[in-house]
């Protein structure tokens, strides 16, 4: 059975469950949870087998990454663009003095689903949902919003709220 939850239950359960899973972000703030990364990647690991990213999508639709001049480098080279052209068709500067995507969802997602420029794409579509990564205690807060947007995050949350 899919884990799968459609973008727009997944925002109604992140809410409904927000200050339980805030709580037990605090928990996990103030206390040294034994092995959290081990159990995180565990989880992380099974979650992505039930949950195929082409069903879902939702990151690709809502989430802006931050796009740095690598990212920029290699999209123009693949694209066969010059980095300034890069720049002019698809960004622009956010709030924050970054670089990002001038429309959602991202300029590069298809129909299907599937990225264009997947084996190029930005280093912070590589690194989501940062569940794979080690020291999940210090993206709590990340962590936390990502509830609303990955089920796999928020399953994550879910049983985490249940050991912790």
């Not at 420029?117 to 919003?145: G, W």
């Not at 995050?153 to 985490?160: D, G, K, S, W």
Request: with cysteine; proline share 5%; charged share 35%.
């Amino acid at each position: 059975m899919s884990s799968l939850i459609k973008p727009e239950r997944l925002r109604m359960l992140a809410q409904s469950h927000y200050e339980e899973h805030k709580a037990t972000a605090k928990r996990l703030r103030k206390q040294k949870y034994r092995n959290l990364d081990d159990k995180v990647h565990e989880w992380d690991l099974e979650l992505f087998e039930e949950i195929d990213c082409l069903d879902c999508g939702n990151c690709c639709r809502s989430l802006g990454p931050r796009i740095i001049d690598t990212d920029i480098r290699r999209l123009a080279k693949h694209l066969k663009m010059k980095d300034s052209e890069f720049i002019s068709t698809y960004l622009r500067t956010d709030e924050d003095g970054d670089y990002v995507f001038k429309s959602m969802p991202c300029p590069f997602l298809m129909d299907d689903n599937f990225c264009m420029v997947y084996e190029k794409r930005p280093r912070a579509c590589r690194d989501y949902p940062h569940t794979h990564q080690p020291k999940f205690q210090k993206r709590l807060n990340v962590s936390l919003k990502n509830t609303f947007t990955c089920p796999v995050v928020y399953h994550i949350f879910r049983r985490l709220s249940e050991e912790v």
